[in-house]
């Protein structure tokens, strides 16, 4: 069964606040420290978005494009990777809530989009 909305997972380098303000909306979310995963490299990141259905969101542009081309390479499917340009948390949650509320979870599959 195909799920609607997509899950969250939040890397290291962006601010739990953004997490707690989608979260807030009633979107799933997790935050690499609630997760226990904090000095994972981005590889293992995504590994673990992966293993729970959850689009990444970064910014870490040039590792997370190269791992998105990595996967395409192999044949490897992931759940999304968002880049978020560094802007004021409020203004990265607002552009994160207008893609939530635009794209269901399977369109976000193998996509890696910028907000």
Same mark, same amino acid.
């Not at 992966?50 to 970064?58: N, P």
């Not at 560094?86 to 910028?114: G, H, K, S, T, W």
């Given at each position: 069964? =195909?799920?609607?909305? $997509?899950?969250? @997972?939040?890397?290291?380098? $962006?601010?739990?606040? *953004?997490?707690?303000? *989608?979260? =807030?909306?009633?979107? =799933?979310?997790?935050?690499?420290? +609630?997760?226990?995963?904090?000095?994972?490299?981005?590889?293992?990141?995504?590994?673990?978005? $992966?293993?729970?259905?959850? !689009? *990444?969101?970064? +910014?870490?542009?040039? %590792?997370?494009?190269?791992?998105?081309? +990595? @996967?395409? %390479?192999? &044949?490897?499917? +992931? =759940? &999304?990777? *968002?880049?978020?340009?560094?802007?004021?948390? @409020?203004?990265?949650?607002?552009?994160?809530?207008?893609?939530?509320?635009?794209? !269901? !979870? %399977?369109?976000? $599959?193998?996509?890696?989009? @910028?907000?």
């Amino acid at each position: 069964m =195909s799920r609607l909305f $997509v899950s969250l @997972y939040f890397d290291e380098d $962006v601010s739990v606040l *953004i997490a707690k303000l *989608i979260a =807030s909306r009633g979107f =799933s979310t997790l935050t690499t420290r +609630h997760a226990g995963q904090r000095r994972a490299s981005d590889a293992e990141q995504l590994a673990f978005a $992966v293993q729970r259905e959850m !689009a *990444i969101v970064s +910014h870490n542009r040039i %590792d997370f494009e190269r791992l998105a081309r +990595h @996967y395409i %390479d192999e &044949g490897r499917r +992931h =759940s &999304g990777i *968002i880049i978020a340009v560094r802007r004021p948390p @409020y203004d990265i949650a607002r552009r994160l809530l207008l893609l939530l509320n635009r794209v !269901a !979870a %399977d369109e976000m $599959v193998d996509q890696l989009l @910028y907000v």
